[in-house]
């Protein structure tokens, strides 16, 4: 049994949207201890708006308005190496890949957004395109430089990285040991989720009932299995809120990452990076870091022991 891979999938089925158990649902409130995030500067909530207009762009198919945020001289290095330099190279490049890939929608999850000066900035960040490209799976990457002219924020230059996380399929017997149920604890309040086997053994389905400190219960799903057509695991959350996010999972030396975008049920975009780390057999290590929510940096969340429920002990016979 490949227990590495197993470690992975009790920290897919664990999160609902970027919280373990379903827990905080409601990101905005930081946890006892932690600070809420200061409220962004006027020149971080430009380079954001821009970030979101880009998406708005992408997402139409609109080459001419993502070059515009470009400089006029701007550069755009993709994955490839290719380097594209100027709006008309840049709008070009745009065109003959939407004219290559119809449909095509994307996510960006900004990472760090760092200010050199008054007029420079630097932004670290992910982009998920869907469909997913086609070839060895992995995370796309990307550092924009970002200059202010004449009062507004542009990119100077755009560097785009592919990492590849290689992740073979592994036997549907290693999803066994998930099925059954587990518990967590966080903040008083407390998730007991169920894992089934759903479609023929295909996925597996995680149920949990979470019942908040308050006494109030609220309820969701999450499925995962292999995409077999971009060779990974993903996984899909459903939250009581209406919310939704999706999840890439990669191996790291201590267990298993997971790149999520969503959105929660009013529409707002959600990002987080997973980090698992497997204790033993029955219990592992969660926490959600580089947490946005409608594009603001938000606290990482404590480190959360996720434990199999112990089954309850067989009554004993009464001696008369």
Request: proline share 6%.
């Amino acid at each position: 049994m490949n227990h590495r891979f197993l470690t992975f999938i009790v920290v897919a089925m664990l999160g609902a949207i970027h919280s373990p158990a379903g827990f905080a649902q409601q990101p905005t409130i930081a946890p006892t201890g932690q600070k809420s995030a200061a409220p962004p500067t006027p020149s971080e909530a430009a380079i954001r708006a821009e970030s979101e207009a880009f998406v708005a762009a992408f997402n139409k198919a609109d080459a001419k308005a993502i070059a515009a945020f470009w400089t006029e001289e701007g550069e755009y290095i993709d994955a490839s190496g290719r380097q594209m330099v100027g709006r008309e190279a840049i709008e070009q490049d745009y065109s003959e890949f939407f004219a290559a890939n119809p449909n095509v929608k994307i996510q960006i999850a900004i990472d760090s957004l760092r200010f050199l000066s008054d007029s420079i900035a630097i932004e670290d960040g992910r982009a998920i395109v869907d469909p997913l490209p086609l070839g060895a799976p992995g995370v796309s990457k990307y550092t924009a430089v970002h200059t202010k002219v004449d009062g507004k924020w542009l990119m100077a230059s755009v560097r785009e990285t592919w990492i590849e996380t290689p992740i073979t399929r592994q036997s549907m017997a290693d999803f066994e040991w998930l099925i059954g149920a587990w518990v967590a604890e966080e903040h008083g309040n407390q998730s007991e989720s169920v894992y089934s086997w759903v479609a023929d053994k295909s996925f597996v389905q995680r149920t949990y009932t979470t019942t908040h400190a308050d006494g109030t219960k609220t309820s969701g799903v999450q499925l995962i299995g292999w995409n077999p057509v971009q060779g990974r695991v993903q996984s899909w959350s459903f939250s009581p809120d209406g919310g939704h996010a999706s999840g890439l999972w990669s191996p790291n030396e201590r267990g298993w990452t997971a790149e999520m975008i969503g959105m929660t049920g009013d529409g707002t975009p959600t990002t987080s990076l997973i980090r698992i780390a497997r204790l033993d057999d029955n219990a592992c290590v969660w926490q959600s870091i580089q947490r946005t929510l409608g594009g603001v940096a938000i606290p990482d969340t404590d480190e959360v022991v996720i434990k199999r429920q112990s089954p309850p002990a067989a009554s004993q016979p009464t001696e008369r």
